[in-house]
Each structure stands twice: as C-alpha cells, then as structure tokens.
C-alpha cells in the first residue's frame, strides 16, 4: 500500500508565500507523474500544476509565473511552491501520484491540505 500525506497548508495574506509538500511512503518500486489539484468551495476540482518523471511541467493559466512545481526523487516527494498568493488561490490542494508499487501501477491522492488566502 502506498500513502500520500501532504503539509505546508495554512492561511496567509494576499502577496504571501507558502510550500506544499506530499510525501509517498510505503511500497513504491517507481512515481511516475505526479500532480497538484484545487477545490474551492461551491467549485470543481482544478489541475493546478503537474510534473511527469522527466521533468516537464504543467501550469494552469492563473498561477502561471506564481506557482512551482518540483519533485525529490530520492525522497519520494513532491513540491508546490506558491508566492504572490490571491484570495483566490483559497482551496483545499491535494496532491496526486501515478505509483508503481508491489500491486501494480495505481492513481493515489493526499488527504489534502486547505490554503486560505486573506484580503
């Protein structure tokens, strides 16, 4: 079995920074993409960022230039840098990993962790 526990959530006031991170433990043999995802209240879910095992990297439109996305191999996690946060960066972030564990290849996600955005 594989777990996702993500951390670095918080409230911070507009033109503020903060870091995700999500962590992977357990029977990983190889992380394949690996993907941050937004739900605001009354909204669906939103692709924020994603980075594939080669690296390349994908933003949506509104964080772009605000938003990095990384990845520690090694360590088997992954990063969501955020700086010059608006009140509408307010959601909660899941991350989301394509694992190779001893069970297969399989979709998992974080638990979440809420950002709030103050004016």
């Known amino acids: 079995q594989v777990q996702l526990v993500e951390s670095g959530g918080g409230l911070v006031q507009a033109g503020g920074s903060l870091r995700l991170s999500c962590a992977a433990s357990?029977?990983?043999?190889?992380?394949?993409?690996m993907a941050w995802y937004r739900q605001a209240p009354g909204k669906q879910r939103e692709l924020v960022a994603g980075i594939t095992s080669g690296g390349s990297t994908y933003y949506v439109d509104s964080v772009k230039g605000r938003f990095t996305i990384s990845r520690d191999n090694a360590k088997n996690t992954m990063y969501l840098q955020m700086n010059s946060l608006r009140t509408e960066d307010t959601a909660v972030y899941c991350c989301?990993?394509?694992?190779?564990?001893?069970?297969?290849?399989?979709?998992?996600w974080g638990q979440g962790t809420q950002v709030t955005v103050s004016s």
């Open positions: 989301r990993k394509v694992v190779l564990g001893t069970l297969g290849k399989n979709d998992y």
């Open positions: 357990g029977s990983i043999l190889r992380i394949y993409d």
